[in-house]
């Protein structure tokens, strides 16, 4: 009877130890998951907003060469982790927050540009304006 009840503890301490062992060797796994998943949410972030500087310069530059009283709207959506937007000049900058920090998304257009635009995240509704010597933006 004695040997029974040793061969039970065994199996039992050899079973916790095949669990421990795999519970171990899923840690790594979870950890590479996450950081992948990071990765792949700050590109397509990344090309949400490369896709919504190309359609606002884009238009900008349309109505630039139109000329005045030309007006575009826009419609386009903004993903999260947009810090602020600065049109001046002939630039658009995207300023873009990620886990591995902010960073700067420049656009250059061929029109003088000035206005603002929000930074929410959604459907944003930008009006693109030619006028004499500038091209105003505004949401």
């Known amino acids: 009877m004695k040997k029974r009840g040793k061969s039970k503890a065994q199996v039992s301490m050899e079973f916790l130890i095949i669990i421990g062992l795999a519970f171990l060797m899923t840690i790594p796994l979870i950890i590479v998951f996450y950081q992948q998943s990071e990765t792949l949410n700050t590109d397509i972030t990344t090309s949400q907003i490369d896709k919504v500087a190309n359609k606002i310069r884009d238009a900008s530059d349309e109505v630039y060469y139109l000329g005045s009283p030309s ?20 630039k658009i900058i995207f300023i873009i927050d990620s886990p591995s920090g902010d960073y700067e998304l420049v656009k250059w257009s061929a029109a003088n540009l000035s206005g603002s635009i929000q930074t929410y995240k959604g459907i944003h509704y930008v009006s693109v304006e030619s006028h004499n010597t500038y091209v105003s933006i505004s949401d």
Do not use: D, L, W, Y
């Not at 419609?75 to 999260?80: A, G, L, R, S, W």
């Open 71 to 90: 007006k575009k709207t826009v419609t386009v959506f903004m993903p999260e982790g947009v810090q602020s937007i600065s049109i001046s000049g002939n």
